[in-house]
């Protein structure tokens, strides 16, 4: 199957425009011409992710995070992204990625996150505008209510270990405390607390936030979630081969089985 008519898939999935304006997402590297075989989702391309994907004579990697992500002036191995990008291309792999589009997309990571823990009243924390009207289907994060209008968050995590049975959450508050609205953002999302707290909720879920950041959530009464930046994410792009498989059942997909995080 052509590269192209693969990437359309893929748009219909996560559509590029609903991706932040600083991001860098679409086909990264290769030829559009190109006929593929085999497809690899992965959360990260690293050196034991291009392996894999070499391993199983993947033509496309579609990986979550876009590498390269800044402009480059030099390709070369003296850099990690520039190694990474040589081998790759060498081993004939195009690299795609849609990032932020897939965290905001209608049935993306923050929507999957959000099912996952049974919240109700489900919108996005910024909703994008239409030429006409605001979706609340799709935009940035997620917000809504706890099942039962309130939960303690030792339940909450209980919902989402049900899922994603590998996390080690760390939490500001005690397993106890009681929380009702939960805003969501997949990632490192502790940037994102001043529009969690401006949607009046008690709780946030993210993968990952600073110290200080857990500091300003205490301060404003919101209690922090972490689960670990890979373990809010790299679910998804699991969801995200078997949604391509689905729709595109003459091609192989394979979701990474290498691709693992200890921190
Ligand atoms: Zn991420």
Redesign the pocket.
Known sequence: MQLDSILTVLQEIAPLEYAENWDNVGLLAGHRGRTISGVMTCLTLTSITLQEAIDAQAGLVVC??PIPFKPLSKITSDTTTGKLLLDALQAGIAIYSSHTAWDNARTGINQQLADMMGLTSIKPLQAFAQPKSVDETVGVGRYGIASGAETTIGNLLQRLQATLPSIEPRHTHGSEHLVSKIGIVC??GGSMLALVASRGCDAMLT?EATYHQCLEAESLGIAMLMIG?HAS?AFAMKSLASQLQTKLPSLRVLASQREASRF
């Open positions: 979550h995070h990632g490192s993968g930046h994410e």
